[in-house]
């Protein structure tokens, strides 16, 4: 299934080439945050909101406490994971993943586009260390968050850093920081006094991105100012896979006491939105917006944040 508007997937017959799960290393970072238990109105049904993506209705949930990442996952990170395990993620396996064509060099020879959105272009080499294909490499982007990594690749990554993926309403409630039926972690406006809050594509979508925020493909997983609990880039720059397992019909009626998704399906969850979304496409740069990929796709808008039991 391909999702043009956001990231895309592979071809269903491609599957998951991966090895076991590698054995726990390392403790979890310093930069988790314990959210204390809470109850949350999570969902939109507001005009800003995608009704077939499943973002409604609104509905209360109770979490427990839990811990999560002020940060998405860099490079740098990942990098420590990738020398410690030797980890070789789907993308390299497959040896390639989808790129966005904007970040690819005027003279970059043609490649297969995804049917329905040309600007996603199949790149051989391109992977977590080198986002554009082989031309490219991560060296001045150690800051910035790992992308081209599978769900599967994040839940090695989980298993190796004593952490897990956060739920789907874990990921929301952190997200909003606080705040309560607000599209954005900050509040109501998409760019409160004209100032940008968060990675997203600006100018004529897909041709020319004015890069008005300051970037034009990732930024780094410090940009901008954090939400009310301290968390940083929780909508845009890079969408984030969470646990659960995608169902547009889950909400209507999931439990209302920490809900971890359906037992079946095809897709998993991801959140947040990234540099490619734009307004007159794809709006879904928001709290509670909400997507779906195949757990072996990969593209260079999809990377992880970690979260744990306290």
């Given at each position: 299934m391909v999702h043009?508007?956001?990231?895309?997937?592979?071809?269903p017959a491609e599957r998951p080439v991966g090895g076991p799960l590698p054995t726990p290393g390392i403790v979890a970072a310093d930069s988790?945050?314990?959210?204390?238990?809470?109850?949350?109105?999570?969902?939109?049904?507001?005009?800003w909101a995608y009704p077939a993506d499943g973002e409604g209705p609104v509905h209360e949930v109770e979490l427990h406490s839990f811990r999560i990442d002020r940060f998405a996952v860099s490079n740098a990170r990942f990098a420590e994971f990738v020398d410690a395990t030797g980890w070789r993620t789907e993308a390299e396996n497959f040896e390639w993943s989808f790129v966005f064509g904007g970040l690819?060099?005027?003279?970059?020879?043609?490649?297969?586009?995804?049917?329905?959105?040309?600007?996603?272009?199949?790149?051989?080499?391109?992977?977590?260390?080198?986002?554009e294909g082989p031309h490219s490499?991560?060296?001045?982007?150690?800051?910035?968050?790992?992308?081209?990594?599978?769900w599967n690749d994040a839940l090695a990554f989980c298993s190796w850093s004593r952490t897990r993926l956060p739920s789907e309403a874990e990921w929301e409630a952190a997200a909003r920081g606080g705040l309560a039926g607000k599209p954005f972690p900050w509040g109501d406006e998409l760019e409160p006094g004209g100032e940008h809050r968060m990675n997203v594509f600006q100018g004529v979508?897909?041709?020319?991105?004015?890069?008005?925020?300051?970037?034009?493909?990732?930024?780094?997983?410090?940009?901008?100012?954090?939400?009310?609990?301290?968390?940083?880039?929780?909508?845009?720059?890079?969408?984030?896979?969470?646990?659960?397992?995608?169902d547009v019909g889950y909400y209507a009626t999931s439990p209302t006491k920490s809900p971890t998704g359906p037992t079946a399906g095809p897709e998993r969850i991801q959140r947040g939105g990234s540099y490619v979304c734009h307004a007159s496409y794809c709006r879904r740069y928001r709290v509670s917006a909400r997507f779906g990929s195949d757990p072996a796709s990969s593209s260079g808008n999809v990377?992880?944040?970690?979260a744990a039991d306290v």
């Open positions: 043009s508007c956001c990231s895309p997937d592979r071809e988790l945050i314990t959210l204390p238990g809470s109850t949350f109105r999570m969902g939109d049904d507001s005009p690819l060099p005027d003279d970059f020879p043609p490649t297969r586009g995804v049917e329905d959105a040309p600007w996603w272009r199949q790149v051989f080499g391109a992977d977590w260390n080198h986002p490499d991560i060296a001045d982007r150690m800051d910035h968050p790992v992308v081209h990594v599978s979508f897909p041709g020319k991105n004015s890069g008005e925020d300051g970037y034009v493909g990732t930024a780094p997983v410090t940009a901008f100012e954090p939400n009310g609990y301290g968390l940083y880039n929780m909508t845009g720059n890079v969408w984030e896979w969470c646990a659960d397992i995608r990377g992880f944040r970690v």
